[in-house]
């Protein structure tokens, strides 16, 4: 290990001494901070209206739909045009959106097909800011520092998810208003940020259109069986695993909690996480990396079905906060892993098929939590989803050795 390398590793907020780094920090921060307010209000008035876990599927469904169907041009911009341009504008283009929310609560015309079509504008807008966003951390700090910087940028999002949903619990309680302009002003904050980052050095995509070009993305990841193991491993674990889309069930009918107690509901999980995150930054996985993520993987389906059937509020908070430091160590080594292991150049586009993979275990898994939450009912869903997470774990193990046997997060040398 190089000098720059050692000093690196022992300083747990090496990432933060680039300051480029610090205002995409807070630009996520902001963002997530605000989606997860915008989560929590929208999932509570849909159900509200409803009273169909099926609708909170949805809601998840059509926030995923563009991801889908723009996965050849969202990361092809983000490699043509630079990832510090498209991140911007599509932050400008969710500010937009939850302006929109807001007008609906202040004229009275919320509805769910009005605000699903509002959530589809979101959907086209994280489209594109995934793939920028994901790809970007590696231009603005040294390889040496990029562990510490993956676990900075994944601590963005969850001390979000901590602060957020209580704070849209809390603010929904007061007003629908209040908790959309918020998030409103918040986004604007962070696509403020992003446009202040002086211009990073990137591998721009020069190559002609083509359904090549296009299609390289999925080229790499089909041939690189590491990049393959780790980004449909999250697909399918969290697509079974994801309870999130029906805590307003359990807050409302099973554990008996209001909307505040949703927001800690939501909140939970990012406790656990941000509390891991933080110890990642200064205490590295070395080695086993590969193995450590499938235990982790299995433990968070078994916590999962630990939540699936619990009644108790204090017990279902301290089991999601259990759910989110096993998630955040699988996340950190695959999101560690898939950004060294992928050349800058295609970079982007690599990550626009991430983000649809990740969108679906996310979205889909939403979606797949409501509807089989209507057939079957809700703790049953969430039961199953569990057991299928710890069913992954293993089958992908066994089938992708390469990932399973990866010691170390450094990426190919």
């Known amino acids: ?24 920090w807070l630009a996520r921060f902001f963002g997530s901070f605000a989606i997860q307010i915008i989560s929590v209000s929208v999932g509570w008035q849909i159900y509200d209206l409803t009273r169909d876990p099926f609708d909170l599927g949805l809601v998840g469904l059509v926030q995923f739909a563009p991801s889908l169907l723009l996965v050849l041009v969202t990361g092809a911009a983000a490699d043509r045009f630079g990832r510090r341009f498209i991140m911007g504008l599509a932050l400008g283009a969710e500010v937009i959106c939850a302006a929109l929310l807001l007008l609906l609560t202040l004229t009275h015309t919320f509805t769910p097909l009005t605000v699903f079509a509002i959530l589809a504008g979101f959907g086209v807008g994280r489209a594109f800011l995934g793939p920028a966003s994901a790809s970007l951390v590696v231009n603005l700090v040294p390889t040496e520092v990029f562990s510490n910087a993956v676990s900075w940028n994944s601590s963005a999002w969850q001390i979000a998810t901590i602060v957020g949903p209580v704070a849209g619990g809390l603010l929904y309680g007061l007003s629908p208003a209040i908790a959309y302009g918020i998030a409103t002003v918040l986004l604007a904050a962070a696509t403020i940020c992003i446009f202040s980052i002086p211009k990073p050095a990137q591998h721009t995509l020069t190559e002609k259109k083509s359904l090549q070009t296009l299609l390289a993305g999925f080229h790499y990841i089909w041939k690189e069986k590491v990049v393959l193991g780790a980004i449909s491993l999250d697909l399918f674990a969290v697509l079974l695993g994801g309870a999130v889309a029906l805590l307003p069930v359990y807050a409302r009918d099973i554990l008996q909690l209001g909307p505040w107690g949703l927001g800690m509901l939501r909140a939970a ?26 235990l982790f993987v299995a433990l968070f ?36 892993l898939l950004q060294l292991w992928t050349p800058d150049h295609v970079r982007g586009r690599v990550n626009a098929v991430n983000m649809v993979f990740v969108g679906a275990s996310n979205e889909l898994g939403e979606f797949r939590a409501g509807i089989m939450a209507s057939l079957i009912g809700t703790i049953p869903a969430v039961v199953f989803g ?28």
């Open 386 to 413: 569990g057991v299928g997470t710890i069913a992954v774990a293993g089958l992908w193990a066994y089938r992708f050795p390469q990932l399973r046997k990866a010691r170390n997060l450094q990426g190919r040398t």
């Open 1 to 24: 290990m190089s000098l720059p390398e050692m000093n690196a590793a022992h300083d747990r907020y090496a990432a933060f001494r680039h300051s480029s780094f610090t205002r995409y």
């Open 301 to 336: 389906g078994l916590l999962t079905v630990m939540f699936g059937v619990s009644n108790l509020a204090w017990l279902s908070i301290a089991l999601l906060a259990l759910m989110g430091a096993a998630d955040m160590i699988s996340v950190y080594i695959r999101e560690t």
């Open 269 to 294: 999980p990012g406790i656990g996480a941000i509390l891991t995150a933080l110890w990642l930054a200064g205490h590295p996985i070395r080695d086993h990396a590969g193995m450590i993520m499938f």
